[in-house]
């Protein structure tokens, strides 16, 4: 349920680096904390609708015929107590969810270092604090909280009620907080929230500000759960309560005018920046990847909103749209928006657009082992002492790196996937705001996609719950969802507090201080691993060199880049399938890019990056990257390696490694395994290319 709020973190970092255009690039900061926001009010909105339209307001239970003993003394309540009880439930909710983060962010964001490269620095990643986002969080965390409660309750006090004035104090306390929290993270002004400018507003009286918004949204939330006791109108006899099933709407067209607005931003950027990228390092989708990912959020949010919508109305009864109905209304017949119908039933466009990006994949797949076996037979050239080897064995290697070259149109794939599922949703709601199922000719086909969707609401709930199960079996699934994992959680939690916290915040700094410590550069006697006042040295002082596998090699980076530079005359860098160009380079160009891939190799070559990079030449520094042609997550960074047994310059920062080492059969006719992504440290090259630098950090 939290994976859109880490997506949203995911395209915050995404943004092209735009040039010059930095205030354009702040406004597209605000939208994107402002689709964060709107984000959290989503999923409140999915529990409201549960908790209290559905099981409260509709009284849900009772629809079923015979309530369990569990909640049967619920059924017999009044309206106003269910619903009472029901935003108690989704206030217990949201403070599980500050909970969470109150927790995370003690252990990851609060992580400190003891040495910094201090400074201004153009890459952001060797920017002072960049790995310790405490405030920010905890800002945003308590605006968040607030406008998540403060939602909640305008969503029952606009309910029917006998006391109007009741409802007016109720509704304008809740539009209050509400305003605040969206003018903190949308104003012109104000850089409190802002992760780029973390360090310039520490002030300790603004913490006070941000919590009252967080206390305010709790008491009015408070408020109204006491007051429906006796204010809910108990006479009402509409199983549909308009304030519940609308808010669903109001969300959704507040998320689709700020991805406008983030579209617009994106381009602005895009043109500033677009002369500025080499062929080699040009982004994914020509730099369009924020309002891709931020819309797969929005989507993918609503989804997991509508299938437990309608897993719980299909639990007690028969799940009907406002405008969509499944069926004539019967007594078990409970109302859920039409919404939820929208995108349960819009998943289902993205299953022709998978066909032909399979398709298309499928294509380029085989073109490609066209390339690499016909003509110069670039397999053969890389193995120039196998030209005897069978063709079988030059077709299996063809097809590996066929395979691995793959990865390079995955953002084709996710862009037809996801605008296909922007257009089914699209057509949907379409159709229940225009009123087609009134239309007789239509009214069939509506039916039978209503109930269509239910099915797919309730396959998604099967399935996403067999996934999770699957991963604590299957090591290979579960290998797999980690590496997902490890990339969307590598980042901090700039626009959505909530979300799963950040692994590098605790793991930068911790390997920071341990190679300071290690060197013998550390700056004072109070950093960890060490906790003695004058502890006694642990090692004896030496040259370091830091060793990064596939995200690990881009953890070794952001360390490096936040080294003294007395420490990284000390240090050295040995990558392995590395996607720092691959991925990263074109997914993030605003934190990984040539210039910076530039300006790391300066570091391990002076200690301070140049006053001037050649944005061309590449000096030999204390860095190595080894690459496979096999590998589909790593790669070259400046250039790609010739064949081991060709390469030019043995110091070249791109070196290749053969995988698998020889196209000749071994004892058995067999061809060596080829490894891919993995056993990487069971590699002799590794070992060759870690001695070489070793070598050099002694000798200089």
Known sequence: MLTPFMLYNVAFFMLPAGGAKSGHHRWARRIMRLLALAATAQLVNGAVIVLVSTIGWQNAAMRSGSPGWWIGWYTRLDVGSRVALALAVVGGIVGSLWLASVRTAHRYEKREMSASAGGNHDWKLRKPGFWHGAIIVTRQRNLHVGAALAFAALSVALLPTQHAVWRVVEVSAAMIVLVVAFGAFGATTTSAVDREHQLDDRDGDSRYRFRAVAGAGALVLAATAVGCFWMVDRTSQSSVAPALVNGTRVVLAIQSILLIGLVIMVWV????????????????LGGWLTPLVSLIAVLLGGLLSAATNLAVARLFGQPSGVHLPAERPTPSTLFVPDEAFAFAIGTVATLPALLIAGVVLWRTYGRKVHQFTEGDDQVRAWY???????????????????????????????????????????????????????????????????TFGVGVSAVTAIVLVGMLRSTYANSGRRRAVGALWDVATFWPRATHPLAPPCYAEQAVPEIVDRVVLLTGERSDHHSQPATELWPPPA?????????????????????????????????????????FRRLYGRAFPDYFSHEYAVELNELLMNGSAPEFVDKQATRLGRWRNVVRHTDYIGSWIFSPPNAPGQQLNRDAIDVACLDPPSLCPGPGGALAPIHYHSDWWQDPLTHVHAGRLIEQLKNS
């Open 269 to 284: 950027l895009r043109r500033s920046d677009e002369s500025q990228r080499a062929s080699d390092w040009r982004p994914f």
């Open 384 to 450: 120039p002492e196998s030209k005897q080897a069978p063709g079988d064995a030059a077709g299996q290697v063809a097809r590996a790196w066929a395979i691995a070259s793959l990865t390079d149109s995955v953002d084709a794939l996710v862009a037809i996937a996801g605008l296909a599922w922007t257009v089914g949703v699209t057509a949907v709601e379409a159709a229940a705001l225009l009123a087609l199922p009134q239309v007789a000719v239509l009214a069939s086909v509506i039916d039978v996609l209503v």
């Open 539 to 579: 090692v004896n002082p030496s040259p370091v060199l830091i060793t990064g596998y596939s995200q690990g090699s881009l953890i070794a980076p952001a360390v490096v880049a936040q080294l003294p530079p007395r420490t990284i005359d000390k240090v050295a860098l040995l990558t392995l399938a590395c996607p």
